[in-house]
């Protein structure tokens, strides 16, 4: 199955994309993809209703605006320098362990909202990345079981303002929070629908040129490594995100380096799992065009 939710931010409804992709409603369903959801056995619960539903709901207009894939989580956790060539480009070694921080769950959106430039911030920069999403609770998961808990996978751009990430002290949550800074989607993808999570082609544009083109085959760290690991530190609840990392081709590595201006298109893509595009605006243009967000 693929999952979507739809309508206005905060006010999204849940919809599934069908295989000749259309999409449709199922609000009928009663449920959003919340963290309740995912722990009570919702995607099989839904798997089912549907079987008895889906020709009667309603298809979803295609100009209808895309909501983050998820109700927004407990957490979303990232992994910093997961491909070997990203962490040179970042002037780091790779690690020995894998890195972990947080992004505020706030900063969720849909996948095709404007990416706000915050403000005081002068280096927002791109990081394509495979998403995984978790199905039930997580602790201390010995890795040959951690792909139990996988609910799935969703295209995921973990942007990052660089001056509050590197120059303002500390650790790097500060540059990873802001508001629109983790659009996911457009759909989350049922682990089944993913044969091989570590064999995914991924790619970035800025204004149509490529920036990013690597293979999640590339990674240092992979999928039930990762989800073992962070259970290790932390409990993984329904819906958790784990954010897997970026390859090479971030604005950062770049000589000079190059961030977003406002009016920059940023199109990102990950093998089956769709593509998504975002607009960078400036907090104040982004304000004036909608005062009630300030
Ligand atoms: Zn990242």
Redesign the pocket.
């Known amino acids: 199955m693929k999952l979507i939710r739809f309508g206005q931010p905060g006010k999204e409804n849940p919809g599934i994309q069908l295989p000749n992709g259309k999409r449709i409603d199922v609000s009928a369903f009663g449920e959003d993809y919340t963290e309740q959801f995912f722990g009570s056995n919702g995607l099989s619960r839904l798997r089912h209703w549907l079987e008895g539903h889906q020709e009667t709901c309603p298809e979803i207009a295609p100009d209808t605006r895309l909501g983050p894939c998820i109700a927004r989580p407990s957490k979303i956790v990232?992994?910093?320098l997961?491909y070997a060539a990203h962490a040179a480009e970042s002037g780091m070694a790779a690690p020995s362990e894998p890195v972990i921080f947080f992004k505020a769950s706030s900063s969720l959106c849909g996948p095709n909202d404007p990416v706000i430039i915050p403000k005081g911030g002068e280096k927002t920069d791109w990081?394509v990345?495979l998403a995984v999403i978790i199905e039930k609770k997580a602790s201390y998961v010995p890795e040959a079981e951690a792909m139990d808990y996988v609910a799935g996978y969703a295209l995921?751009n973990?942007y990052?303002e660089r001056s509050f990430q590197l120059e303002r002290g500390g650790q790097w949550v500060k540059g990873?929070s802001c508001d629109s800074f983790a659009p996911l989607g457009p759909f989350l993808a049922t682990k089944d629908e993913v044969p091989d999570p570590h064999n995914l082609e991924l790619w970035l544009k800025v204004n149509g040129e490529l920036m990013q083109n690597s293979n999640t085959a590339d990674f240092i760290f992979n999928i039930p490594h990762l989800v073992s690991y962070v259970s290790h530190f932390m409990a993984l609840l329904p819906g958790d995100v784990i954010?897997?990392?970026?390859p090479f081709g971030v604005g950062l590595g770049l000589t000079p380096p190059r961030y977003l201006k406002p009016g920059d298109i940023v199109e990102l893509g990950i093998d089956g799992l769709g593509t998504a595009h975002q607009e960078a605006i400036g907090y104040e243009a982004f304000i004036a065009s909608k005062p009630q967000e300030r």
């Open positions: 990232c992994i910093g997961n990081e990345e995921h973990d990052s990873k954010s897997t990392g970026t």
